[in-house]
């Protein structure tokens, strides 16, 4: 049986942006599972780093031929980028029903350690609020920025003794605690803030994967990590100086990273390099 702790607080996890040293790695967390030289029963049986070579059927020299990978947390090239899905749409939309609906999105962001990601600029395209043409200051018609973005990797949901069913979910906020994008409307100014989630692919080495941020009537899905409170990380939207009302963002996003990226809900017995 496994005992884990979940880290909530996102003003604790941005305490240090340190690399997270393999000793005190905990799930869930970004990093690498990369085939060894020397092989071990404690080593995963495959690239995806979620079974141990030791808990493969078979006699333990044929176990020993299956324990080729380890787990390397975080990550060497730590530079990605963002693009909206093709034919796809990216909708900020309040709980009234007010919406930002663009047409395209390109963003860069970086991996600052295994568990967390900085950096994060989304610039959208083809921005409309109703009939109107909306863009931020500086930019042209239709193009909607947004502030650089922050966020942490969590346990959107955890299973008693399964970890490679967990669900991961990362959330992203202004990185100076501001907001996350500023934009005018046929003149009228707008401001979104808070904080926003995404689910998250797990348990894969990918070069790139495509994930959704996912909304209902403006409210996010997911909403808060494993342990946190219900409507912890939510939008808010300044309607042209109107009161803030709660909204969400749906989006189909594929991120390209420089190297494959693995987010593992698995425990870690970290390999040392060779």
């Not at 340190?18 to 060894?36: D, I, M, N, T, Y």
């Not at 200051?137 to 990797?153: F, M, Q, R, W, Y």
Request: overall charge negative.
């Amino acid at each position: 049986m496994r005992i884990r702790i979940v880290v909530i607080s996102v003003v604790a996890a941005l305490a240090s942006l340190a690399v997270v040293p393999a000793a005190s790695a905990e799930p869930p967390e970004f990093g690498r599972c990369l085939k060894q030289a020397t092989k071990a029963l404690t080593n995963f049986d495959s690239a995806r780093c979620v079974k141990r070579a030791n808990e493969d059927a078979g006699t333990e020299e044929e176990q020993l031929k299956k324990g080729n990978y380890g787990w390397f947390p975080g990550v060497v090239k730590r530079q990605f980028t963002t693009a909206l899905a093709p034919s796809t749409l990216a909708t900020f939309e309040t709980v009234t029903a007010n919406k930002l609906v663009c047409t395209g999105q390109t963003g860069i962001g970086e991996y600052m350690n295994s568990k967390q990601v900085g950096k994060v600029v989304f610039k959208l395209t083809g921005c409309e609020s109703g009939s109107l043409k909306c863009e931020s200051a500086g930019g042209g018609s239709g193009d909607v920025t947004t502030a650089s973005l922050a966020g942490t990797l969590g346990f959107e949901t955890i299973t008693e003794d399964q970890p490679v069913r967990d669900r991961l979910a990362l959330e992203l906020h202004a990185e100076g605690g501001g907001d996350i994008a500023q934009f005018s409307c046929g003149g009228l100014a707008h401001r979104i803030g808070g904080s926003f989630m995404r689910r998250l692919a797990a348990n894969a080495m990918k070069l790139s994967a495509t994930d959704k941020f996912t909304e209902s009537k403006g409210r996010q899905k997911p909403d808060h990590f494993a342990g946190g409170v219900p409507g912890q990380h939510v939008l808010e939207w300044d309607n042209a100086g109107g009161p803030f009302e709660q909204a969400g963002l749906a989006m189909a996003e594929t991120t390209t990273n420089e190297e494959k990226v693995e987010a593992s809900t698995v425990d870690c017995l970290c390999a040392e390099p060779e």
